[in-house]
């Protein structure tokens, strides 16, 4: 094989990897418009975090729970952005909120398995 059939090899490779990875976030994305319910009974059932151990992990939880319900809208507008249904202007404002609440998040519930 040559170095040029092996460079275009590559190419649609990548390509191909490229076009699943985006068609997995789109999927990502179409199940998330659905777990507003689900986030809500979690949250209620989850209280003040009355069965965790200390106040701090109790404290982590219902902030993590209060950024949760900050990021589930935003992540919607970002998605009707995304599928044309919403049109504005300074879309990367709602992307950096959707990013940030997404890193807070994570970062959050990393802080209770520490």
């Known amino acids: 094989m040559s170095a040029i059939q092996a460079e275009h090899g590559?190419?649609?490779?990548?390509?191909?990897f490229a076009t699943f990875s985006s068609k997995m976030s789109q999927t990502r994305a179409n199940?998330?418009?659905l777990d507003?319910?689900?986030?809500i009974q979690y949250s209620m059932e989850y209280g003040l975090g009355g069965k965790e151990p200390d106040k701090i992990m109790s404290s982590i939880g219902v902030?993590?729970?209060?950024?949760?319900h900050f990021y589930y809208p935003v992540d919607k507008i970002c998605w009707a952005l995304d599928a044309g249904i919403l049109k504005w202007e300074k879309r990367d404002k709602w992307d950096?909120?959707?990013?940030?609440?997404w890193a807070s998040s994570i970062y959050m519930n990393l802080m209770k398995w520490v």
């Open 31 to 33: 199940l998330r418009l």
């Open 10 to 16: 590559n190419d649609d490779l990548a390509k191909s």
């Open 63 to 68: 902030l993590t729970n209060v950024i949760d």
């Open 36 to 39: 507003d319910i689900p986030m």
């Open 96 to 101: 950096f909120i959707n990013s940030m609440c």
